[in-house]
C-alpha cells in the first residue's frame, strides 16, 4: 500500500532535550501507524551538543539537514557549561542562528490550560472562568534580537547598545499570520507595543492597522507591553490572539505559559513563507533535571502535533495526538512538575508510553 513518507530533521540538542525527543518520536510513531504515514528522521546538532562536537552552535550540516527536510523537531539547548561563552558562542545563538537561517518569521506559542490542571493555575478560580486559550504571535527574525549592537568606550567609560529595528515588510508579515490565526480562533488580535514611546512601535502599530483593513471580520485592539502583562494576569481571558515584536513576545509568552499552569505543558511553531517549520516546547533543558527521568514530555508530544499539522497537514493525526494527551491528564497521569493533590506521579517515558497507549 502507498504510504506517505515525511523527513524529520531532529535537534535534540541538550540537557533534558533527548530524553523529551524520544518520547515525542514514540508518539509520532503510533501516530504514522494509525494514520497511515512515515516518518524518516535526521539527527543533526545544534547548541551546546554542537559546541561541543564542532566548536560551533550551528553547523553548516545542520542547517543544511533542517533546509533538506519537511520539518524540525527541537529539544531544548543550552546548560551551564557554555554559560560563560562568548555571545555568538553560546548554544543560544544556534537558537537563533537556525530560526533566521530557515526565516522562521512567526513564533506560534498556544497557552491554553487543561481542564485537568487548573489547579496548576495560579490565579484565583474566579479570574480564569472556565477556560484560558491564547494564541501569543510573536516575530521572530527580527527586531532587537537581529538589530544593530555594540560596545563602545564612551568618556572612557565602556557602553552597549541594542537597536528595535523594524521595516514595514515585516510587520506587514507577522500581522497577517496573527489575523489569519485569529480567524480560525476566537475573531480578536491585541496587538501589543509601546506606540506611546518607541518610534519602531508607531511604524509597527500604524502597519498594523493598514493590514487590519483587509480582515473587517477580525476585532483589533492595542495594548502597550506594560498594560498587556498587567492585564495577561487581571484578565486573561479577554485575549485570544496576542500579536507582538520578538522581544515583546518573548516576554509575555513565558507569562502566559505560566497562567497557564506549567511551562511543561506548552509547544510551539516556528514558521516562515512555506511548509517548513521548527516545532519546539516553550521550555528550557533543564540542566538540573537532565537524566533522572522526570522531565514532562508532554510540550515536546504537543509541538509534534503541530508539527503534523502545520507543515505536513496531517490534522486528524494532530487531533488525536492532542486528544490522548487530555486524556492521560484525565486518568490523573502527573510528572513531578504538574503534580498536586492526589495525582499519580510518573517519570518521562511512563508518561510517554502513556499517550502512545491512549492514542
Ligand atoms: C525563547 C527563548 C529564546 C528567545 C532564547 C533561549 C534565545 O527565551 O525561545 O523564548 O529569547 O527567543
Ligand atoms: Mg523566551
Redesign the pocket.
Known sequence: MYMKNYRITLLRGDGIGPEIVAEALKVLDAAGEKFQFRLEYTDALMGGCAIDATGQPLPDETVEACRAADAVLLGA??GYKWDTLPGHLRP?AG??GIRSALGLFA?LRPAKIYGPLKGACPLRPDIIGDSMDIMVVRE?TGGI?FGKRGRETVNGMEAAYDTEYYTTAEVERIAHVAFNSARKRGKKVTNVDKANVLESSRLWRETVLRVAEGYPDVELNHLYIDNAAMQLVRNPKQFDVILAS?IFG?IL??EASQVAGSIGMLA?ASMGGGKLGLY?P?H?SAPDIAGQGIANPLATILSAAMLLRYSLDEEAAADAIETAVEKVLDQGLRTPDILAGDGIRVGTVEMGDAVVKAL
Open positions: 539547548v543550552g543560544e537558537l537563533l513564533n521572530l534580537y520578538n518573548d509568552s513565558d510551539s519546539e516553550i528550557g
